[in-house]
């Protein structure tokens, strides 16, 4: 069965950094594309990007200044670093596995539970 | 800046069947716009439906189905049942799948 579960800071300060890791159970990393997206406090979900098992990488262009996402593959693990925060990047982040191809066609289909990052001094 | 746009809300009566639909402030959604649809019920994470238009996850109940309609992507759900009640969004790709941009969510009411 697979899993993913996030970890990070609950309480950030503005213009400080977030960083959040994504680790992945019961898949690997080395194959697939590996996403995240977040949903403000009463609002929907935004798209922020994801990272494949390669490396390579695709950014929402709102917030491709200030995100880079990477893959560890000893650790079956991907990760989020966001800049520069504001209280508009106050969300619950998730971390989701895209697979599929061109061919067969693409999906989002395990997410993880979510964590609550709140931007505040 | 690409939008893509869902009903706010819609109300379905038990056993009755609703359509929830996605459309892209480009133009027509098409299949290769690889349109998945989520539920997500409160405080939880969302759940997968549907992939690549018309495709089921392992999970997905058989009663939602998806498909395009009128240069929308479609989410149609068949013999309502009182736990369909929840937010729906769906996700459109674009540039193949360079950026994905979600709808705003539909909150369907079962009453």
């Known amino acids: 069965q697979v899993q993913l579960q996030e970890s990070g800071p609950g309480l950030v300060k503005p213009s400080e950094t977030l960083s959040l890791i994504c680790t992945v159970s019961?898949?690997?990393?080395?194959?697939?594309?590996w996403n995240w997206i977040r949903q403000p406090p009463g609002k929907g979900q935004e798209w922020i990007g994801y990272v494949s098992y390669s490396g390579s990488t695709n950014y929402n262009p709102s917030l491709q200044s200030r995100v880079t996402m990477s893959v560890d593959t000893s650790k079956n693990q991907f990760s989020l670093r966001l800049t520069s925060l504001t209280a508009a990047d106050t969300a619950v982040y998730y971390c989701?596995?895209?697979?599929?191809?061109?061919?067969?066609?693409?999906?989002?289909?395990?997410w993880g539970q979510g964590s609550l990052v709140t931007v505040s001094s | 800046q690409t939008v893509v746009t869902q009903e706010p809300s819609l109300t379905v009566s038990p056993g009755g069947t609703v359509t929830l639909t996605c459309a892209s402030s480009t133009g027509a959604v098409t299949s290769g716009h690889y349109p998945n649809w989520f539920q997500q019920k409160p405080g939880q994470a969302p759940r997968a439906l549907i992939y690549s238009t018309s495709n089921k996850h392992s999970w997905t109940p058989a009663r939602f189905s998806g498909s395009l309609l009128g240069g929308k992507a479609a989410l149609t759900l068949s013999g309502v049942q009182p736990e369909d009640e929840a937010e729906y969004y769906c996700l459109v790709y674009y540039g193949g799948v360079q950026f994905g941009v979600f709808g705003g969510g539909t909150k369907l009411t079962v009453l």
């Open positions: 019961g898949a690997s990393v080395r194959s697939d594309y």
């Open positions: 989701a596995r895209q697979f599929g191809s061109y061919s067969s066609g693409w999906g989002l289909d395990y």
